[in-house]
């Protein structure tokens, strides 16, 4: 069933979507949250639609079968998104005249700032959940220190419980389920803070921007509890420097913002490549040029962040396609920055970013967090922070915690870290800086085959978009047709070896992602000459679905 609550900013309509989901996670189901909002504090129309089933789920949807209308407007804008067997909930006063309409006396159930609470009610009685389950999760969402307005909303949801349930069968409960596992509800961008705590993450420095702002948040809220240090900085170019400077001091460090804050860490991106610092940069992409639409989703900052940062420097870019990837490939890039001592970058974007899934809880029992190295006995003889080495990565100290003298410095300096403009020099230490390239090489994750072998078509796929490309070519395979997707994970660097028979076997590629250009598509020719067939491209601020894929 694919749910979808509209209303106005102010409503309190993410607040009803979130407690809904997580009640539906709590009793069992899969989930997955699509959310869709207007830069603007009150008014504007904003969704939250939520995918729910008793089997995982990909993917969003876009016809939606159970409308819940906060706002006459939601009625008018969404009334071409209507399933076959839509079932609408609105307030008794809206003037649509439909047999699948219930209409709700929000005024009667609750005053006004707490109908949504009574919305809320309805939804999960409609949908047959446990109200002593939705109850919990109402206490949980609002914790439990203003006990007035506690009773208050659990007095609004029995009331609404009990209405609903006095009306005619009207909307088909979801299966119940029998012992499900225990899941998580969980963001994008939460779970790339966690994989960041897990990592090993102590200096975290922002200028908040949409969309990552909530990795900073969560971050916000676990740091005392975790020993961390989150500051916000009075612009981008400060945040990433308080970055570079903590990680120098022995700090593991990150940084997260959006395509224009990460205009203005450019400079700071060379620094740490010069430096040698190891440095994580989350990218939480949204449309541009400029401001753009700054609450939308788009994947149009591939170039950018590939090509970021003056000079010629080593570089990995993941871009995670789910949770769990979030996740994990977080931890991967705290590695890869400490192991090769530079910057290292997660691409992300709106939709990913903001939208919840149910996951099993990560295992966090087999690994250990980074640690910088802080023992000078390590170092033999006369200590050089960049000496020439054969993989490109020099022995690296900490200042403070040595005896021996750690330098560093943004100019071009010599293997002990002084300023030099000997020309030889200068040629070994960009080949240096170099070397670490074919290291990052042997790490990357390959991209993900799944589907038919030598098939007629080939979708092309990176980052969010991972979900709606699996499902759908399943649609396409369901009817007959050999098909088969390839999915990167990691954008950069691409290994040819790893993917290049798989395209040339393909009778058609066609390469699906969310900027207008064909980004990828455009890197994959410059890096292997071979060319996509066709390109399925989305740029109109909205998450790419399997159905849009399957229009095109």
Not at 220 to 233: F, N, P
Request: glycine share 10%; net charge negative.
């Amino acid at each position: 069933m694919n749910i979808l609550i509209g209303g106005e900013a102010g409503q309190g309509l993410a607040t009803v979507g979130e407690i809904l989901a997580k009640s539906l996670v709590r009793s069992g189901y899969f989930i997955l949250v699509t959310q869709s909002y207007q830069s603007r504090i009150r008014g504007g129309h904003n969704t939250f639609a939520i995918r729910v089933s008793s089997e995982e789920i990909l993917a969003p949807q876009e016809p939606v079968d159970l409308l819940v209308a906060l706002n006459d407007e939601t009625l008018t804008l969404h009334q071409k998104e209507l399933s076959s067997r839509v079932r609408i909930v609105a307030d008794q006063g809206c003037t649509l005249e439909e047999e699948n309409c219930l209409k709700v006396p929000y005024g009667h159930l609750a005053a006004d700032k707490f109908s949504n609470i009574a919305a809320l009610g309805v939804v999960c009685s409609l949908l047959g959940l446990e109200e002593a389950l939705v109850g919990r999760t109402l206490e949980d969402f609002f914790g439990k220190k203003n006990s007035g307005l506690i009773e208050e909303n659990r007095r609004i949801l029995s009331e609404a419980f009990r209405w609903t349930s006095a009306q005619p069968t009207f909307a088909g409960k979801l299966p119940p389920l029998s012992n499900p596992p225990s899941r998580v509800m969980i963001q994008g961008n939460e779970a790339i803070a966690l994989g960041a705590i897990s990592a090993g993450l102590k200096f975290y420095s922002f200028y908040p921007m949409t969309p990552s702002t909530s990795i900073s948040l969560t971050l916000a809220r676990l740091a005392g509890k975790m020993g961390l240090i989150v500051e916000q900085a009075e612009d981008e170019i400060a945040a990433i420097n308080m970055a570079i400077g903590a990680s120098f001091a022995g700090a593991p460090s990150m940084v997260a913002t959006s395509g224009g804050g990460f205009a203005l860490m450019a400079e700071g991106v060379s620094l740490a490549a010069m430096t040698e610092t190891p440095l994580v940069i989350v990218i939480a992409q949204r449309p541009g040029p400029a401001t753009g639409l700054p609450t939308r989703t788009e994947q149009g900052d591939l170039n950018f962040v590939l090509h970021a940062g003056h000079g010629e420097f080593p570089r990995a870019i993941f871009a995670p396609g789910t949770i769990e990837e979030c996740f994990a490939q977080t931890l991967k890039a705290f590695s890869l920055a400490e192991k090769f001592q530079g910057p290292i970058f997660i691409l992300t974007d709106q939709f990913l970013s903001d939208s919840y899934r149910a996951v099993i809880p990560f295992d966090v029992e087999n690994f250990s967090p980074i640690h910088p190295p802080a023992d000078a006995l390590k170092a033999e003889g006369q200590y050089r922070r960049f000496a020439l080495t054969d993989s490109g990565v020099s022995p690296r100290l900490l200042p403070g915690l040595t005896e021996r003298l750690v330098v560093a410095g943004s100019d071009e300096h010599t293997e002990d870290g002084h300023l030099t403009e000997d020309l030889s020099v200068r040629k070994q230490m960009v080949e240096k800086r170099l070397k670490k390239s074919e290291g990052i090489c042997q790490e990357v994750i390959p991209a993900e085959y799944k589907g038919d072998r030598h098939p007629d078509l080939l979708f092309i796929s990176w980052g969010s978009s991972k979900g709606s490309v699996w499902e759908a070519a399943s649609t396409m395979r369901s009817s007959g047709q050999r098909v088969a997707s390839l999915h990167f994970s990691q954008i950069w660097p691409l290994i040819p070896d790893q993917f290049m028979g798989l395209l040339q076997e393909a009778g058609r590629v066609v390469c699906v992602e969310g900027n207008a250009t064909g980004q990828f598509a455009g890197l994959i020719r410059r890096e292997t000459g071979f060319k996509v067939h066709q390109r399925v491209n989305r740029y109109d601020g909205l998450p790419i679905t399997p159905e849009y894929i399957l229009r095109k």
